[in-house]
């Protein structure tokens, strides 16, 4: 269902050729672009730590963008190094997640319990969940150093309130907390569980999530907003990679402004009547391709198990849950997560 959306957008109601072909055999004709950086080179200038990555391991993948930014995969990066590194530095990671209607009910206590077990283990970490359900969020034991922000939000029914309030809110709590209490931040979706390391190797000014349906598609199948009107418009030719919205961060000023350009744009789109085909997903490609980030995640930070087993992916750390509409969807709504995929 959600790839014949993708491809009327493109192509319009007939499809095409092309798609009458299942979408695995287009994948294995859509080999990556590899790093262009000449062995030993420096990349994008940040944090030092991120000149010791082996970008030039792992041969069968893109390892770094264009611009110089690395692309994190397993085999390139040393978990000890980067360890040692930010807890020198005593960095605090924060993490939101929106835990709205039955999502919480379904999704956030297995979210938050394999979160404990697999990301930023050692470091400093404050959750901030954003609920309509205040007194049902569970009581998740936590580590040392780490602790859970409960932030109350209402629930709305259409897609345009949803959307501009996840953004809205994200900045109105990095304003209140997030600004005075950790250094990187994290957004991430709910309905998804952690089973391997995300850890601090993917901190970086600003990080993208490489999205796991589209990393071995041709370009041309990018499922960007198309239509002029929507302030997420991209043309034919604009783009770098399709990012994912179920994850992105990176330094907390950063990510205020991720949140703060892709909010006016939704606004931007409301007030003209106007809505991106992928709502806040659509804005954040669109600002990525204009602001480029400064770290590109792999899917394996963000895998979907229906893709199977691909002979690139060597772990899966982060993955979807299956979406379970069912329990979820409100007979007299329609869940707003959904529009998110």
Known sequence: RVFNKRKINFFGGGGGFLFSLPHRHIERKAPMAKCNLSK??????????????????????????????????????????????????NVTVGLTVFAVGKYLDVFLETFLITAEWYFMIGHNVIYYVFTDQPNKVPKVPLANKRLLRIIPVSRHQRWQDVSMLRMKSI??????????????????????????????????????????????????FYSYDRNPKSAAYMGLGEGDLYYHAA???????????????????????????????????????KYFWLHKPSKVLSPEYCWDDVLGTQKDIFISRLSWAKKQYEVVREKTEKSWFSFFF
């Open 171 to 220: 900045s109105e709590v990095i304003d209140i907390f997030v600004s005075r209490e950790a250094q990187y931040l994290f957004c991430m979706d709910v309905d998804q569980f952690f089973e391997g390391r995300f850890g601090v190797e993917t901190l970086s000014d600003s990080v993208a999530q490489m999205h796991s349906w589209f990393y071995h598609r041709f370009s041309i």
């Open 247 to 285: 994850v992105f961060g990176g330094t907390w000023q950063k990510v205020k402004h991720i949140v703060d350009s892709c909010y006016q744009g939704i606004w931007t789109d409301k007030q003209n009547n106007v809505e991106a085909l992928w709502h806040d997903e659509s804005h954040l490609n």
């Open 40 to 89: 030993g080179a420096r990349i994008r200038p940040g944090n030092d730590i991120d000149n010791t990555l082996d970008l030039w391991s792992r041969s069968d993948v893109q390892t770094c963008m264009p611009w110089g930014a690395p692309v994190i995969w397993e085999g390139t990066f040393d978990a000890r190094q980067y360890d040692e590194y930010y807890r020198k530095r």
